[in-house]
Every structure is written in C-alpha cells, then in structure tokens.
C-alpha cells in the first residue's frame, strides 16, 4: 500500500475504461478513454511521458477486488487530473 507521504500517484487501467462509468470508477472523460486498457499499454503511454514508474502487476483497485489488473506508481509531478489526460491521450 502507497501513503501519501511517499510523493506517488496510483494508477489504475480502471481509470482510462470507457467501459466503467465514472461512478464505478473511471478518471477521464469519455472522449479521452479506451475501452479495455492494458496495463501494457499505460505502462507505454507513461513511460513515453518520461516518468518515474514503479509497476505493480498484482495491484488491485478497491472497487474490483477480483480483477488484479495492476497498477503504476509515478512520481508527483502537477496535478494528477492532467497527469491521466496526458497519459490518455497516447493510449
């Protein structure tokens, strides 16, 4: 489990699905989501972005607990919103 202290942002696929709603959990906006993201592929898309990662394939968000899709750990940098478009954008 990350603190807060440890200057990281979580990063789910769950938050880039524009099969999720953004009541179950999706960050973006539709228009910037795809439907079933990799971890692969934001993994991809972040490192492109030049960040610091920490990958994490056996993550798991709290509101799936059965689906253990990973996570990414990426250095606080700005405000997390922006970070997701960013990353969205090159999924």
Do not use: C
């Not at 709603?21 to 539709?30: C, E, T």
């Amino acid at each position: 489990m990350v603190s807060r202290d440890e200057n990281k942002y979580v990063i789910y696929p769950l938050y880039f699905d524009s099969t999720v709603s953004r009541l179950n959990g999706r960050k973006v906006a539709k228009k910037y989501a795809v439907e079933k993201p990799s971890l692969e592929n934001i993994l991809k898309a972040a490192q492109s972005l030049k960040l610091k990662l920490i990958v994490e394939k056996d993550g798991i968000h709290s509101s799936t607990p059965w689906m253990k899709e990973g996570r990414i750990l990426v250095e606080k940098k700005g405000p997390k919103t922006k970070l997701l478009v960013q990353i969205a954008n090159r999924l």
